[in-house]
């Protein structure tokens, strides 16, 4: 069974910088994608960057450019660095795994971000 963790959230100022990561637990040689999503009091929970198991990577626009998605297939862990945070950015982030094959679609508990002065 595939289990996410999710760690590195916490509070931060404007313009600061954090970094999240996510252990998987158990095998995932098969998976197709991983990703950040996040959600934000009385919003929508919305992507925010994914990677391939290739390696290829996307972004949100809101993102683009402060945000980078990186992973680390041998430690089954994947990471979000964050720079420049504005508090627009405060959300809970959750981590997610596609695995098409085995109709795989696994979510972290979430960490939060808090972006405040």
């Known amino acids: 069974q595939v289990q996410l963790v999710e760690s590195g959230g916490g509070l931060v100022q404007p313009g600061g910088s954090l970094r999240l990561s996510c252990a998987a637990s158990?095998?995932?040689?098969?998976?197709?994608?991983m990703g950040w999503y996040r959600q934000a009091p009385g919003k929508e929970r919305e992507l925010v960057a994914q990677i391939t198991r290739g390696g290829k990577t996307s972004h949100a626009d809101s993102v683009k450019g402060r945000f980078t998605i990186s992973g680390d297939n041998a430690k089954r862990t994947i990471y979000l660095q964050m720079n420049s945070l504005k508090p627009e950015d405060t959300a809970v982030y959750y981590c997610?795994?596609?695995?098409?094959?085995?109709?795989?679609?696994?979510w972290g508990q979430g960490t939060l971000v808090t972006v405040s002065s």
């Open positions: 997610n795994l596609l695995w098409n094959d085995l109709n795989l679609n696994v």
């Open positions: 158990g095998s995932i040689f098969g998976y197709n994608v």
